[in-house]
Each structure stands twice: as C-alpha cells, then as structure tokens.
C-alpha cells in the first residue's frame, strides 16, 4: 500500500470513519445532540433516519415520567440552525451534524 493509502485511512480514523479497505466507509446512521428544557440540558444519540414527529413521540414518556415536560403540548426547536424541517421528513434529509441544539418549546 502506499503512504498516500495510509494516510487516506489514518485520516478516516481520525475522522471518526471506519474502512474495511481503501474508500469503503460505512454510513453515519446517529447523530450526536444537545435537548434543551428550560434549565436542563440532555445529550442524546439519536437514529439519523427517525422524523422530528417520531422523535417527539419516543422523547415524550421518558420527559414526562423524569418530570421535565410541565405542559401538555411541546414542540421540538433546531436552536442553532436557521433552516425548517418537515415533522414527517426524516433528520437525516437535512444538514443535521454532532453537536446541534434542538430545544424543547412550549406552546
């Protein structure tokens, strides 16, 4: 192999990419985010394939037994993003990367 091959898959591990051989990665399937609720601050992985409805849907018992939701309807907020997301689009549709803020907003 050359050195510019190994380079290449040194800077792919750096990256965060795994190859099974020169130029095969594998796919990014989660994302890496920060939940804003009022004072709280959740870090989650979620799956980059599930829609902000869905998402909304799985994150809804898990706040509500912690008590973190204290009115009935809540909508899911991209903080850091100007851009507007479709509720039945999925996340991985749009330029959603580790480290984005999505913040829990209530009505």
């Known amino acids: 192999m050359s050195i510019a091959g ?37 870090d989650l992985r979620i799956p980059n394939q599930v829609t902000l409805a869905r998402l ?7 706040l509500r037994e912690k008590r973190l939701l204290q009115y009935e309807d809540f909508e899911l907020v991209i903080e850091n993003k100007k851009i507007v997301v479709n509720d039945q689009q999925p996340l991985a549709d749009y330029p959603l990367s580790d480290g984005d803020c999505f913040r829990v907003s209530f009505r």
Do not use: M, R, W
């Open 56 to 62: 909304k849907a799985l994150l809804e018992p898990i």
């Open 6 to 42: 190994i380079v290449a898959i040194g800077a792919g591990v750096l990256l965060g990419k795994k190859y099974a051989g020169l130029g095969e990665e594998t796919v990014k399937t989660t994302i890496n985010i920060s939940l804003h609720i009022e004072n709280h601050e959740l």
